[in-house]
């Protein structure tokens, strides 16, 4: 087999490896769960009947290897169980299911963090290659001392001046970014606008500075100095000499930033009330809905592994040593 | 200027920037080359030869800047001309071949495309003619596979070949003049012999002009038409190959030759203080030794020598006890020797002692030369306070340094005064053997030779046994009792230093010792001719 | 260059030598040296430093004091006014000093004392302890830390404890990643061969030979590492989810206070309310952050 394919399958086996392993601890979490839980969540009005029928519900009397392979086989069907909210002591049940709360959600959290990315990236990557071209110029100085500075702002600070100026003192966007299922396209970027705007801030800060590192790293190579010797011009080192050795890292930085994005949409969310999957994981943690809970972060982690998955195996198909081997 | 002069320097100053300021590395250095020229340039480390090498093209690297001086190259001053301006000549009328060929070669980018893309650039042939010229020029300089070679990645060829076809890419726009920087250094010399002789052919064969830098006079008295001496960014002497060889002015030139001039008395035959026998060594699952053999007597100097992968660095890891064989049996003054080392006992361990290559990664950078030294004074012999402190005192006036060291720590010390720390550290155990490994690879010419003769000295005075790792002929010849030669993990001869380095030789020791260069510039030619 | 000093003498060379400087001298010529930033940056953190330890005595009113008047407005009585319930922003602003960089500072300590000794031992011992460490850190890494932190602090609940451990065992694989790393090119070093040749013990390998030489980094890192802690804090105690009232916390301040944010067009001071928290975190990591840049720049100088 060709080594660029047997990298590749090796790496995809151990994203798959990883995930298995993920979703077992996210699983097992629900194994921690004090004794008394099922009181918790009924109520302390509970019966004992019905703390017992719920127990069951939750399968807490089988072994847990059982439940856990059960709780895959459903999970890969697309049944993420039933929420813990709406319940109560009497034993009226009603709870939604898990996928119904999140579906939504999670919609408007990649519409939030795509409309992000379609600005960042380009952004970042541009203002990352220009100051490592221009490396000590004022304008490197200054967008590093800028960066350097938005990297220490907490996301809510960033979205909290924001506000202030954009929509509290000069009302040009609404701080509330209130968007439900019937919002038009437009009215939803709109609305939108703000929240997406400070994940750029925070992200653009982080990406450029690492693209700025990669690419001063790359340009310290023998080889793009020998390329200036024999004679190429700027543009013939950069397009010709740097850029095809430069995927792997500037994958990587994308991906994660990327990921770092899926973070931070968590805070911004809950700032603008925006009715994302990040929220939803907040006031599920609040209320201790564990299978919501488990729904969202097994959700962010497939995220989280498959960026970095993607920025490996661009990685690995770009690496001319393992592309042309001895 | 004459009409056939092709590059004229005039008093140019070059700076650099470290340590927050501006010191001179170039100090007014003048350069005269003919066309079809090859100077010689030569120096130890910081003597500024590859800054002025690379200026010669109008080229300096970050963090340098020209602060005087011209220079001119078919009557154009390079220092005046835009960066631009400059990209004009460069691979076009001034080509460079750099010291590591494998990091200056473009990973992404099949051999024959960098070859040719200077050429293509400038329009000077088209994209045919360019590669039929290429692989012409590979044919030439004695490449394997002339036709298919250069549609291979760099990482798929070796070293040797790597540096002949970066002449190749040199010599494809077939410029005025070449610049040479260093490029046989990281080559062993059997392979430094073939890229000496195909990149002379090919200079020779275009009338090419060239400056050839290097730290070392034989293979630069092959290859240039002159030689000039730099030290400190400045001029020593410039004379003709053959007088600067025979008749050097300078005493600082005569002091380059020096180690050459070293030698060793013939002793009498002693008792073997260490044995190997039969050993075999593997890493993981590769096996680097193959039962080998080798006898050291007392209070001698055995020699082993090799080129790299020969195995010469895991015998000593062997006698150490850091990678216990699979095989074979270590007799230390005929007893038995444990294999690994957390079996040898505290007296075993002290007696056999190592100094390192690189001095710089053998210390401990955070202590001083009081604790580098101290330790073993205290853990083998039980020495503190005082009585420690006046051990350190006589250690440092052994090793010819005075008592001011002590509170010194490594970075503050040159690279010849950091070797002999080590040396002080492995004496306070007071060890009867010591193994060298390649203790004066990293040091320049003038130093290697003031560290030699502390070696034999203490040999001398302590009756000390050495064996000593190392790939340099002329180190051997001037050190050496016996002499052990490896290839590819296993000996291939050992003796004294005279039934070694005279004849009948194994094939192997033929093709190694005479690939030495020597200090005659018809050696190459002679050899070439006696080879073929 | 005069003709004398070319020959080479062995005493040339064994008597030649540079000025030695003391560690105090180096100390001052490095701070003489620092840029403005990093002198700004030092000169905050020692602020912080101060109030959190002499909280007590700077804050006007105690901690969890209640006034009548929720938010009142700022100037009089109250400097930066009252929150919702009446407590004084100036007061709570100094104790979340104490509180929140505290408990940010001893997460982070936590970290290193788990991370560092695992990154250490693993970088050493290179076997299967490595493997299984390494194997299970990649796996915790693959989780984001916020989002695992959630999950945990669901099933746990808020504590001040759970807080500090689950955020520090979270953030001790990178401090993990980093130490095994740099220990690794240490490790490899011929003085530390030299070390085990002379039959030296791993306990004073690990403290004597290679630990100072692993330090830099690591200091740099606990910089970053704080910063990161002290985010990750503020954004769960702003989520709702971290430390829990009473107890004043910056991230707490800037949620509780948040809706004064609207009012900003009708009275500008109000508005500002909740930007004081948020600005204090901010400040204090920027502050981190150049120190931080500064002393990786020199060290990495050192070496060049």
Redesign the interface.
């Known amino acids: 087999m060709h080594p660029v394919l047997t990298t590749v399958v090796q790496r995809l086996g151990l994203g798959i490896l990883?995930l298995f392993?993920?979703s077992f601890?996210?699983f097992a979490?629900?194994e921690?769960?004090p004794g008394d839980f099922g009181q918790a969540v009924l109520g302390q009005a509970a019966t004992e009947e019905t703390v017992a029928a719920f127990r069951k519900e939750l399968g807490l009397d089988q072994p847990a290897y059982i439940r856990y392979f059960e709780w895959v086989g459903n999970v890969l069907q697309g049944d993420l169980g039933t929420s813990f909210s709406g319940r109560a002591a009497s034993g009226v049940d009603r709870s939604r299911p898990v996928l119904e709360l999140v579906a939504p959600r999670l919609e408007n959290t990649l519409f939030l963090a795509g409309m992000t990315a379609a600005i960042a990236v380009p952004l970042a990557l541009f203002l990352g290659i220009t100051t490592a071209l221009y490396r000590n110029s004022i304008y490197d100085r200054s967008v590093n001392?800028a960066t350097?500075?938005t990297?220490?702002?907490?996301?809510?600070?960033v979205a909290?001046?924001l506000?202030?100026f954009l929509a509290?003192?000069n009302?040009i966007f609404p701080?509330l970014a209130n968007i439900d299922a019937t919002t038009e396209f437009w009215d939803r970027i709109y609305r939108t606008a703000l929240p997406a705007l400070t994940l750029t801030l925070v992200i653009v800060a982080h990406m450029m500075r690492m693209t700025r590192a990669a690419i001063i790293n790359l340009l310290a190579?023998?080889?793009i100095?020998?390329?200036?010797?024999?004679?190429?011009?700027q543009r013939?080192v950069i397009l010709?000499?740097a850029l095809?050795?430069a995927w792997a890292p500037i994958a990587t930085v994308i991906a994660f930033n990327l990921?770092y994005l899926?973070?931070g949409v968590?805070?911004v969310e809950?700032?603008f009330v925006y009715p994302g999957i990040g929220q939803l994981?907040?006031d599920?943690?609040?209320s201790?809905d564990?299978p919501v809970?488990?729904a969202?972060?097994l959700i962010?982690?497939i995220t989280?592994?498959l960026l970095?998955l993607i920025a490996d195996v661009i990685g690995i198909i770009t690496n001319?040593?393992l592309l042309?081997p001895? | 200027m004459s009409q056939d002069t092709l590059l004229e320097i005039k008093g140019l100053k070059i700076q650099g920037f470290s340590d927050e300021r501006w010191h001179d590395i170039v100090k007014g250095v003048d350069v005269t080359l003919k066309r079809g020229q090859v100077m010689g340039l030569i120096g130890e480390s910081g003597a500024g030869k590859s800054t002025l090498g690379l200026a010669a093209m109008g080229f300096t690297q970050p963090g340098c800047k020209i602060t005087g001086g011209q220079i001119l190259f078919d009557g154009v001053d390079l220092a005046q001309l835009s960066e631009t301006e400059k990209r004009s000549y460069w691979g076009n009328r001034i080509t460079y071949v750099a010291q590591s060929a494998a990091a200056s070669f473009n990973p992404a980018h099949r051999l024959i495309d960098q070859t040719t893309a200077s050429t293509l650039r400038f329009g000077k042939k088209s994209q045919a003619e360019a590669m039929d010229d290429a692989r012409a020029l590979y044919g030439e300089l004695n490449l394997p596979n002339p036709d298919t070679i250069g549609d291979r990645y760099p990482h798929q060829v070796s070293g040797g070949q790597l540096q002949r076809v970066m002449t190749a890419m040199a010599m494809s726009p077939r410029p005025d003049l070449i610049i040479f920087d260093e490029p046989t250094t990281a080559l062993d010399v059997t392979t430094q012999v073939e890229v000496l002789t195909a990149m002379r052919k090919i200079v020779e064969h275009f009338n090419t002009a060239a400056i050839y830098i290097t730290h070392d006079l034989a293979v630069v008295a092959q290859m240039a038409d002159f030689i000039k001496v730099l030290r400190y960014g400045e001029e020593v002497e410039e004379a003709e190959t053959r007088k600067m060889l025979t008749a050097p002015e300078q005493d600082y030139t005569k002091s380059l030759w020096s180690v050459r001039a070293l030698a060793k008395e013939p002793m009498p035959e002693q008792e073997p203080i260490l044995k190997i026998k039969n050993i075999d060594a593997a890493y993981g699952k590769v096996k680097v030794l193959h039962n080998v053999d080798i006898s050291v007597p007392r209070g001698s100097t055995v020699a082993v020598v090799g080129e790299s992968g020969s195995g010469k660095s895991t015998t000593a890891r062997v006698i150490t006890g850091l990678l216990p064989p699979s095989a074979g049996d270590i007799e230390y003054e005929g007893q038995p020797l444990p294999p690994k080392l957390q079996d040898r006992s505290k007296d075993q361990k002290r007696r056999i002692q190592m100094i390192y290559q690189m001095a710089d990664t053998a210390m401990n950078p955070r202590q001083t030369v009081r604790e580098i030294i101290g330790r073993p004074l205290e853990f083998y012999l039980g020495l503190r306070g005082q009585a420690a402190e006046k051990r350190i005192l006589e250690l440092l006036e052994m090793i010819e340094l005075d008592g001011r060291f002590i509170d010194r720590l490594p970075g503050e010390l040159s690279g010849g005064q950091k070797q002999r720390i080590c040396i002080a550290r492995a004496l306070a155990a007071e060890p009867d053997f010591i193994i060298c490994d390649e203790v004066t690879s990293a040091l320049d010419q003038i130093v290697q030779e003031g560290i030699l003769r502390l070696l034999m000295r203490l040999q001398k005075e302590l009756n000390l046994t050495y064996l000593f790792i190392t790939h340099d002929i002329s180190t051997v010849r001037a050190i050496s009792d016996q002499v052990v030669v490896m290839n590819l993990g296993r000996v291939v001869e050992q003796g004294t230093k005279n039934d070694v380095f005279s004849p009948p030789h194994p094939e192997y020791t033929e093709l190694l010792l005479s690939s030495v260069p020597e200090m005659d510039p018809d050696w190459l030619t002679n050899l070439n001719a006696a080879r073929a | 260059m005069t003709q004398t000093s070319q020959t080479y003498s062995a005493k040339d060379e064994a008597t030649s030598f540079l000025a030695q400087r003391t560690a105090w001298d180096r100390t001052k010529i490095l701070l003489k040296k620092s840029p403005f930033t990093a002198r700004f940056g030092m000169i905050v953190i020692a602020l912080y430093v101060i109030v959190a330890v002499f909280a007590p005595w700077i804050a006007p009113y105690g901690e969890a004091e209640v006034f009548p008047t929720p938010y009142a407005p700022w100037g009089g009585d109250h400097m930066f006014g009252t929150d919702q319930i009446g407590r004084d922003i100036l007061s709570r602003m100094i104790y979340g000093a104490r509180n929140t960089v505290g408990i940010a500072f001893a997460t982070t300590i936590l970290a290193f004392l788990i991370g560092a000794s695992l990154g250490l031992a693993a970088a050493i011992n290179r076997s299967w302890l490595d493997q299984f460490i390494s194997r299970s850190v990649d796996v915790l890494m693959a989780i984001p830390s916020l989002i695992f932190a959630l999950v945990l602090l669901s099933i746990f609940g808020s504590s001040v404890i759970n807080l500090i451990i689950i955020i520090a065992v979270l953030d001790s694989t990178r401090v993990f990643r980093l130490t095994r790393a740099v220990a690794v090119n240490v490790v490899v070093m011929d003085y530390v061969e030299a070390a085990k040749l002379r039959g030296e013990g791993l306990g004073w390998i690990m403290r004597r030979e290679i630990l100072p030489n692993i330090m830099p980094p690591l200091v740099a890192e606990f910089g970053l590492r704080f910063c990161f802690v002290f985010l990750t804090i503020a954004a769960l105690s702003f989520l709702g989810v971290g430390i829990q009232p009473p107890t004043a916390d910056w991230g707490s301040m800037v949620r509780e206070n948040a809706s004064l944010i609207q009012f900003a067009q009708y009275d500008l001071k109000a508005g500002l309310t909740p930007l004081l928290p948020a600005a204090a975190i901010a400040l204090l990591t920027v502050a981190v952050n150049f120190v931080v840049d500064w002393f990786l720049h020199h060290t990495s100088g050192i070496k060049d």
């Open positions: 990883t392993v993920v601890i996210i979490s629900i921690l769960l001392a350097l500075t990297i220490s702002f907490p996301e809510f600070f909290y001046i506000i202030l509290s003192l009302p701080s190579s023998p080889y100095q020998m390329a200036r010797l024999t004679g190429a011009s013939e010709k000499h095809p050795n990921a899926v973070v968590v805070v809950v700032v994981m907040v599920s943690v609040t201790r564990i809970v488990q969202c972060a962010f982690a989280y592994i970095n001319p040593r042309h001895k």
